[in-house]
Structure formats: C-alpha cells, structure tokens
Nanobody, 122 residues
Framework: QVQLVESGGGLVQAGGSLRLSCAAS????????VAWFRQAPGKDREFLGA??????RYADSVKGRFTISRDNVKNTAYLQMNSLKPEDTAVYYC?????????????????WGQGTQVTVSS
C-alpha cells in the first residue's frame, strides 16, 4: 500500500504561481509512476501530467506552464504551476501506480491523494 498526501493548494491571483507537493508513504520505491489530475466543479477529471522512469508527459492545456518533478529521497512529487489562470481553479489530485511507465488514464492508478483546492482569482 502507498499513501499519498497533497499539500500546497490555496488562493492565488491570476498570473501567480503555486507549488503542490505529493508526499508518499508506505511501500514506496523509485519504480513508481506519479501523475497529477484536477477536477473542476461540473467537469470531468483532467489529466495534467505524469512522471515515471519512462519519461515525463504533459497535457497540452498546461504544457509550458506546469512542471512535474520528484525527489526520490523524500518520496515526494511536485507540481510547479506558473502563469495561473482562473480556469485552473479546481481540486488537484496526485495519483501513483507501481510501474516504470506513466499513463494518462486515471483508472490506471491505484493510489490517490485526498486532493487540494487551488483557486485562481481574476
């Protein structure tokens, strides 16, 4: 089992930045793929990006603005979000799966964090 805890959400003005953290505990290893998703009210869950041994992938909607990284010593993944827009307002989730390869599908991930709210004001 792997437990994930997100932190770093909050209220920010448009154009600002936030860094979300996803701390993992339990049966962790470097052979874990981590992804970030978000869900806004009334909308489907949206894949944002993922990082794994196989590489890093970003959704077109955030490419160039969001960056995913990980610190395997701290068992923590990060989502750096720059140039935030009001439409980035959502609950942000990290997810993990025991694989060298990422997936863009939420159903491929076994472990999920509780979510953290990000609100971007105009």
């Amino acid at each position: 089992q792997v437990q994930l805890v997100e932190s770093g959400g909050g209220l920010v003005q448009a154009g600002g930045s936030l860094r979300l953290s996803c701390a993992a505990s339990g049966r962790t290893s470097s052979n874990i793929a981590v992804a970030w998703f978000r869900q806004a009210p009334g909308k489907d869950r949206e894949f944002l990006g993922a990082i794994a041994w196989s590489g890093t992938r970003y959704a077109d909607s955030v490419k160039g603005r969001f960056t995913i990284s990980r610190d395997n010593v701290k068992n923590t993944a990060y989502l750096q979000m720059n140039s935030l827009k009001p439409e980035d307002t959502a609950v942000y989730y990290c997810a993990a799966r025991s694989s060298l390869y990422y997936s863009t599908s939420g159903s491929a991930y076994d472990y999920w964090g509780q979510g953290t709210q990000v609100t971007v004001s105009s």
